[in-house]
């Protein structure tokens, strides 16, 4: 079976389309969503109707509680006042979009999913077992991981909320991040994974890569009145929390400069 797997799509339809069209290609049976369907993209209510239209398989995040809930707060850290000040904006922006049967959808969406493929459980969840705003650090001690597959009880794991690419093996199983569509993983792009997981021999994990137009992106979010701040993270591979997922010292230099 081969299973695509993607999340924190932040309200970026463009790059679900694409994820979907790129995992479908590759030949996913199935797919499944980690979750953060909304909040900092222009497109909530569009990605929202999406998933539900193609029944497809997704967790709740933390950002999607938040506004099902109608909370003034995801819970998320920021890197300062004024970025959290930004993000409530988006929030209530986010929760005045999303309505009806959509917000039911979100408020409905279960904390982990599971299923058996390849004779191996597999669970799928936002954060981390338990806790949906845990995140997967980007170097964890084996026993960290060992950890969460015990009190996981599955043989693969995937999570989400980081918006980094993970993929790491123990002997008790794997456990995947497939990053993310609207949290800046990528400059201008987002990533999805491929978990093939077959019946018997090794399972296999692909990343790929979902590039959008971010101008376009920009565009949608100045008509929908959003703060610009989130689209410039989108386009220089910056998180809409405040951390950067690039190294690039010239995407740096003209976020510096105020250049998109």
């Avoid at 979009?97 to 408020?107: F, K, Y």
């Avoid at 191996?120 to 338990?130: N, Q």
């Amino acid at each position: 079976m081969r299973i695509g797997l993607f999340g924190d799509v932040h309200g970026n339809f463009q790059a679900l389309e694409g994820a979907w069209k790129a995992l479908s290609a590759a030949g996913a049976d199935l797919f499944v969503c980690t979750g953060d369907v909304v909040q900092y993209g222009p497109e909530p209510a569009e990605c929202v109707a999406f998933l539900r239209e193609h029944g497809c398989d997704c967790v709740q995040g933390n950002c999607d509680r938040a506004v099902a809930r109608g909370r003034k707060s995801t819970g998320d850290e920021y890197e300062n006042r004024y970025w959290a000040s930004l993000a409530a904006e988006a929030l209530e922006w986010t929760a005045a979009e999303i309505r009806g049967m959509d917000r039911s959808w979100l408020r409905d969406l279960p904390e982990e999913v599971r299923f058996e493929a390849g004779r191996r459980i597999v669970m799928v969840t936002h954060g981390l077992p338990g806790n949906v705003s845990g995140s997967l650090p980007s170097r964890p001690f084996a026993e960290v991981c060992d950890r969460i597959l015990a009190s996981s009880r599955a043989g693969v794991v995937v999570v989400g909320h980081t918006h980094e690419p993970a993929l790491f093996q123990r002997p008790a199983g794997w456990i995947s991040n497939p990053g993310s569509l609207g949290g800046g993983t990528l400059p201008s792009a987002g990533t999805a994974g491929l978990l093939d997981m077959p019946e018997r021999g090794p399972v296999c994990f692909s990343m790929l890569r979902v590039p959008f137009d971010a101008a376009a992106y920009a565009r949608k979010s100045r008509d929908a009145g959003l703060p610009e701040l989130f689209a410039r993270c989108l386009e220089l591979g910056r998180d809409p929390r405040g951390r950067w997922h690039t190294d690039d010292i010239y995407l740096r230099q003209r976020w510096a400069e105020g250049k998109v």
